[in-house]
């Protein structure tokens, strides 16, 4: 990413399209720990894009939802060094436990695997 891109999560780094999910699910890279579960794929565009699969199932309160997705938004935005892949992010039962600090940690190791 260039450093203009660094300060927001624009809309073309975005997954919203079920066909880009099932994209990455066909073939993805896996990286899982007990906070998040991270897919990954090449893709044929020049940046990176974000995914999000959070679900109520896993994490109940909409705040704690919400919480977790600008966690995560944030550590992708501050990965300077990341190539043109498609990352799907799924948190996990424990992720609602943590504090921003532990997650962002978390979601920068699984950056640097994939």
């Not at 940046?47 to 944030?74: D, F, M, Q, Y």
């Amino acid at each position: 990413m260039t450093p203009d891109n660094l300060s927001r999560f624009s809309k073309s780094m975005r997954i919203n399209k079920e066909e880009d999910f099932s994209f990455v699910f066909a073939q993805p890279n896996r990286s899982v720990d007990k906070f998040f579960s991270v897919i990954s794929r090449d893709n044929n565009l020049d940046l990176p894009r974000l995914g999000l699969s959070i679900s109520k199932k896993v994490v109940n309160l909409a705040v704690e939802r919400n919480r977790i997705k600008r966690v995560v938004r944030s550590a992708f935005i501050e990965q300077i060094n990341l190539k043109n892949h498609d990352f799907i992010v799924m948190a996990r039962r424990d992720a609602v436990k943590q504090g921003n600090k532990t997650l962002r940690n978390s979601l920068c190791n699984h950056f640097k695997k994939i």
